[in-house]
């Protein structure tokens, strides 16, 4: 039976095969350079002003992308030293062939945790939907006249983890010479990777967790293909498609995310007064099965601090179960023969499911979120139509001065734009999915002739 191993699936190779040795890897490893290199790019930086719950939130506590990625990165840190101490119970020889402990599979899963939302654009996944939308309009259709399908896939579809992936790897040319983008391990960029396949086929209706988005584009393909086979990622197609099972690290990032959105998104709810507070403490007490003669001897005064506790309590209780399902089903999951979310199996699913119907229903279908991931249609979609004219039609003054607000890093070193057009298209596509949910707003309305900019 053809499984994946260990040995090869904790690599500490990067880019062009490269393998840094350091005299400090027990102090800060490899793995922990992945973590401090995405915490310093610029790309992670922008997700202080993207979407997570509310778009634009008012109120400083309700989380935006950057510190739900935080958050989420503490959680995969944790479950990964817990089922990494159990790997290396079940396979002692990895902390010598390897050389590596629990706490260096806690920083690969924190690392891809960290960056797991590093590709979503503006407006949370509305956005997503916005850029989708408009290559599928008649706007659109001249751009992408000449694309293969495949291509045309990627930008119809419009997928952040893809965007993600893309950010992690690539290098423009008019950046530098060093190609690889980040450069980080084949390791961590395979955990990050919760759908390892192209946009085609697409897999509609799919009971596999893994497949029911995709995680590269054309662009980087070859590359991911390059990373799977090194670290003998299985194939799951038997003809030239990219497409592959998960590294099983993958399963963590996937139940760290899980955690995260269904119960913090669910506090900020109860916190902007979206959801009683007496019915959200409720459900939480649910989860963990406490009656009233069993909760807890401390009084709480404020609400919110108890919502806060309960909320403390509950992470760890899951990160616990999921970590214990995940060393139930690891060998499953080394033939690939396990492919569905670990938090599916917790025993408190049935509340979690709740949760999840209630977060929908009063938080992310609140009136103010669907105006604004609406008027994110129009933004997103404005601003795709008018640069990819300026880029496809660059004579007239107007699409001269509109390419002159395209920072450099989209052009070539002469301030010109790729001849493939596959590659214009995306280098446009990454400078909008890339903006702030605000800069996004703010260039809009100026070249709109909405709003104009101040003068100094």
């Known amino acids: 039976m053809n499984k994946m191993h260990w040995e090869k699936l904790l690599s500490r190779k990067r880019y062009q095969n490269q393998v840094l040795t350091s005299s400090d890897e027990w102090v800060r490893g490899e793995y922990q350079r992945d973590y401090d290199r995405i915490v310093f790019s610029s790309a992670f930086r922008r997700l202080q002003n993207k979407t997570q719950v509310m778009p634009l939130p008012e109120s400083d506590f309700v989380h935006t992308r950057l510190t739900h990625s935080l958050e989420t990165s503490c959680v995969g840190r944790s479950l990964g030293r817990l089922v990494g101490k159990q790997i290396l119970q079940n396979y002692p020889n990895l902390s010598k062939t390897n050389q590596v402990n629990d706490s260096n599979i806690g920083d690969i899963v924190a690392a891809a945790c960290l960056a797991h939302d590093i590709g979503n654009p503006p407006f949370g996944h509305s956005g997503e939907d916005a850029i989708s939308a408009f290559f599928q309009s ?138 009683p507070p007496e019915q959200g403490i409720g459900l939480l007490r649910e989860i963990l099965e406490e009656t009233s003669e069993r909760q807890s001897r401390l009084t709480f005064y404020d609400w919110r601090e108890q919502l806060g506790y309960l909320r403390a309590r509950i992470i760890d209780k ?84 509109l390419l002159d607000l395209v920072p450099d890093q989209y052009l070539d070193v002469n301030r010109t734009i ?35 900019p101040k003068v100094y």
């Open 138 to 275: 008649n706007e659109a259709q001249p751009f992408i006249t000449e694309l293969n399908d495949a291509q045309k896939a990627d930008l119809q579809n419009f997928e952040g983890n893809a965007s993600g992936f893309r950010i992690l790897t690539h290098t423009y040319p008019a950046q530098c010479n060093m190609p690889g983008g980040l450069r980080l391990t084949y390791t961590t960029l395979a955990t990050f990777t919760k759908y390892p396949k192209e946009s085609l086929p697409k897999l509609k209706g799919t009971a596999n967790t893994s497949e029911k988005k995709y995680g590269f584009f054309q662009s980087e393909k070859d590359w991911f293909r390059i990373i799977a086979d090194e670290l003998g990622l299985l194939p799951k197609a038997t003809d030239n498609q990219v497409f592959y099972h998960r590294h099983p690290l993958a399963f963590l990032v996937e139940a760290a995310d899980d955690i995260c959105y269904r119960i913090i998104d669910f506090e900020d709810g109860c916190r902007l007064g979206l959801i």
């Open 318 to 401: 899951l990160i616990n179960e999921t970590a214990d399902i995940f060393i139930q089903n690891e060998a499953a999951i080394l033939t690939g023969a396990y492919d569905k979310p670990l938090i599916g199996e917790v025993s408190v699913k049935a509340v979690l499911d709740k949760i999840k119907t209630l977060s929908v229903k009063e938080i992310y279908r609140n009136r103010p979120v669907l105006e604004i991931e609406a008027a994110g249609f129009e933004v997103l979609g404005g601003l795709l139509e008018v640069f990819l004219k300026a880029v496809f039609e660059p004579s007239s003054r107007r699409h001269q001065k």
């Open 418 to 452: 790729s001849s493939n057009t596959y590659d214009r298209i995306l280098r446009i596509t990454d400078f909008i999915s890339g903006l702030t949910d605000q800069a996004a707003i703010s260039l809009y309305r100026k070249i709109k002739g909405i709003s104009l």
